[in-house]
C-alpha cells in the first residue's frame, strides 16, 4: 500500500474555525435585535470567545460522562414538560383552543408547530426570513420550558442567514437560558457534520475526471479516525492526456527569485515577451508587476492594499514583513499572508455570502503536521495582525498564534513548487518542502484538488506547468490509467537513487514510502 501524507484524523464532531469580519449587517436586522439591546456594544473578540465556548461544550459533550448526563436530563426534562403542556393545550375548552389557533405561531399558549422551509437565496428574502424565526424564537421563550426546543430551532435558523453569525451567537449567550443555548450547539453541530459528509458531492468538479478516495488506516482510542484521501480517475486516461487542470488557491513567488522582477505579482506568468512599457505597476510602490489590470484589480483587493509598502499608515509594517519574508527566504509565511488576506476580502466582498464551502474549509480538510511557533513565526503574526487589523474589526482577535501556524503548516505541506521559467517544458512539479536548492522554483501554489493526489516514487502522474509559467497546474497521465485506478506523483525527484528519496520523504514528510520501487530498493 502507498504511503502519502494526505492522511487526516477526524472526529465525531470538528468545529469549523469560522473566519470572522466585522461589517454593518442590515439595519432591520440589527433593530430587530430586541433581546438585550446590546448590538452596538459587541466586539469581535467576543465573537471568537463565543467560538472557544463552542470548541469547549463538545470537548465537554464528549469526554465528560457527567456533562452529557446532565445534557441529557435537561433534554428530558424539557420535552416532558412539552408532552405535559401539549396534553393541558388538547384537554382545554373548545372556545380557548379557537383562541390559540387564531394566534400568532409564537404567542403564549400555542401549539409548537415549525415547518420545514428552505432558506431563501435573495438578500431580501434572507432578511425577512433572519427577522421572522428571531421574533418567533423571542416569543417562544415566553412559553417557558415548553418553549425552549422550537425556540433553538427558530433562532438556529436566524443565525444561518444572519450576516455575523459569531455576534449573533455572542448576543444570545447573554440572553438565553442555557438549555437553549446548549439545543442550539447542538444543532450547529449537526449542521457542520451535514455539510463536512456532502463535501464530496460538491468536489472534485465532475469535468475534473477525478474523484476522492478515502481509506480508514486506523481508528483511536477516542474514536477518531486517520483517513488517507487521494484521487482516482473517473474515465480511463491515455499517457501525456491532462487529466485536469487547476488554479491555485493562493500563489506567491518567492521574494529572494531572481524572476519576481520578471513574474505577474498575480497568476505569476513571466514577462519576459512583455515590453516593459506594457507592464502594469503599482501606483504606491515598486515591489510588484503585473501583466494585465484583470491581475493587478484582483491581487490590490485581496492581497495588495493591505500589503503595499507604499500605504501610507502600515507601509513600513508591510515592509518589515516582506523584508523578513525575504531574509528568511520563508515563501510560506508570504502565502500564508496572501491566504489570510484573501479570507477577507471574500468575508467582506459582495460575494461573501454565496459559498456554501469556502476556501477555509478546502483549506481545513487538507493534511499538516502541527507545529510550534518559533519567535519568527510569531512576529510573523504580529505583523500580519498589524498590518490588516486597522481595517478589519475582529481580525486581531481571529488571528492567533496557533490559527496563524495552522495555516502556515498546511501552506508547508501542500504546497507545490512552481518552476523557473527556464526550467525544461516537460519538467514535473514537485512538492515545495522538496523543492531542490540547486534548482530553486520561482514560487509556489496551494492547490484545491492537486494537493490530495498521494505520492510514490513510480509515478503514473505529473504535475506540470504549461505555456508561460504562470501558477495553473495541469495533472498529466505518465501512462495509460484505467477508470477507478488512483494517481501517484512523485514528491521527490524519482530519479533520484532509493536512499537519497528514502531520506527525502522520512525527513520531510515523516513517513516511509512502500511503493513498488522503494519496496525493491530500487
Not at 501525456?240 to 488554479?247: L, R
Not at 504580529?382 to 501552506?411: C, D, H, W
Not at 505541506?413 to 534548482?439: E, Y
Request: charged content about 25%.
Amino acid at each position: 500500500m502507498h504511503q502519502c501524507v494526505d492522511c487526516v484524523e477526524t472526529n465525531p464532531f470538528e468545529p469549523t474555525s469560522t473566519f470572522l469580519i466585522t461589517h454593518q449587517p442590515p439595519s432591520s436586522m440589527t433593530e430587530t435585535l430586541s433581546l438585550s439591546r446590546v448590538f452596538t456594544a459587541v466586539a469581535a473578540a467576543g465573537a471568537v470567545g463565543f467560538l472557544g465556548y463552542l470548541v469547549y461544550f463538545d470537548y465537554r459533550r464528549q469526554t465528560d460522562p457527567e456533562f452529557r448526563r446532565k445534557l441529557r436530563a435537561q433534554r428530558s426534562e424539557a420535552n416532558r414538560i412539552v408532552a405535559q403542556r401539549n396534553a393541558e393545550v388538547k384537554a382545554s375548552a373548545a372556545a380557548a383552543a379557537q383562541a390559540r389557533r387564531a394566534a400568532s405561531a409564537g404567542a403564549a399558549g400555542a401549539p409548537i408547530e415549525l415547518e420545514d422551509e428552505p432558506v431563501p437565496t435573495t438578500a431580501e428574502g434572507r432578511e425577512a426570513y433572519f427577522n421572522k424565526h428571531l421574533v418567533l424564537g423571542e416569543n417562544l421563550l415566553g412559553r417557558g420550558p415548553a418553549g425552549f426546543e422550537a425556540a433553538a430551532v427558530c433562532f438556529f435558523r436566524a443565525i444561518k442567514v444572519y450576516p455575523e453569525p459569531m455576534n449573533l451567537l455572542m448576543i444570545l449567550q447573554q440572553s438565553l437560558p442555557e438549555p437553549v443555548l446548549n439545543m442550539i450547539v447542538e444543532l450547529m453541530a449537526a449542521d457542520s457534520k451535514k455539510k463536512q459528509d456532502s463535501y464530496n458531492s460538491h468536489f472534485p468538479a465532475q469535468s475534473m475526471n477525478v474523484a476522492f478516495v478515502e481509506e480508514v488506516q486506523r481508528t483511536k482510542a477516542g474514536g477518531g479516525r486517520v483517513i488517507r484521501r487521494g484521487l482516482a480517475v473517473t474515465k480511463d486516461m491515455a499517457a501525456g492526456e491532462t487529466i485536469f487542470v487547476e488554479n491555485p488557491l493562493v500563489a506567491s513567488c518567492d521574494l529572494s527569485s531572481d524572476e519576481i522582477a520578471a513574474s505577474c505579482a498575480h497568476c505569476l506568468k513571466a514577462l519576459a515577451t512583455q515590453e516593459s512599457g506594457d507592464r502594469i505597476v503599482c501606483d504606491d510602490c515598486d515591489g510588484v508587476v503585473y501583466c494585465s489590470a484583470e491581475c493587478k484589480t484582483a491581487d490590490g483587493r485581496e492581497h495588495h492594499k493591505f500589503m503595499c509598502t507604499g500605504a501610507t499608515a502600515t507601509g513600513s509594517t508591510a515592509a518589515s514583513f516582506a523584508g523578513l519574508c525575504k531574509a528568511e527566504g520563508d515563501l510560506a509565511a508570504l502565502m500564508s499572508a496572501k491566504f489570510l488576506t484573501k479570507m477577507v476580502d471574500k468575508e467582506m466582498g459582495p460575494d461573501a455570502k454565496g459559498e456554501l464551502y469556502t476556501d477555509w474549509d478546502h483549506l481545513e480538510r487538507m493534511y499538516a503536521i502541527k507545529q510550534t511557533a518559533s519567535d519568527k513565526e510569531r512576529l510573523e503574526a504580529e505583523l500580519i495582525k498589524q498590518i490588516v487589523g486597522p481595517a478589519v474589526n475582529g481580525f486581531e482577535a481571529f488571528l492567533t498564534v496557533e490559527r496563524y501556524m495552522t495555516v502556515k503548516s498546511k501552506i508547508i505541506h501542500n504546497a507545490i513548487a512552481i518552476p523557473s521559467t527556464d526550467a525544461a517544458p516537460d519538467a514535473s512539479a514537485v512538492r515545495v518542502k522538496s523543492a531542490s536548492p540547486t534548482s530553486p522554483p520561482k514560487g509556489a501554489g496551494l492547490y484545491h484538488i492537486a494537493t490530495y493526489i498521494s505520492h510514490s516514487c513510480a509515478p503514473n502522474a505529473a504535475l506540470r506547468f504549461a505555456g508561460d509559467r504562470g501558477s495553473q497546474v495541469a495533472v498529466v497521465a505518465l501512462e495509460d490509467i484505467k477508470a477507478g485506478s488512483e494517481l501517484f506523483v512523485s514528491f521527490v525527484d524519482p530519479a533520484a537513487a532509493y536512499e537519497q528519496r528514502k531520506e527525502a520523504i522520512r525527513s520531510a514528510y515523516g513517513f516511509v514510502c512502500k511503493c513498488t520501487r522503494c519496496s525493491a530498493k530500487a
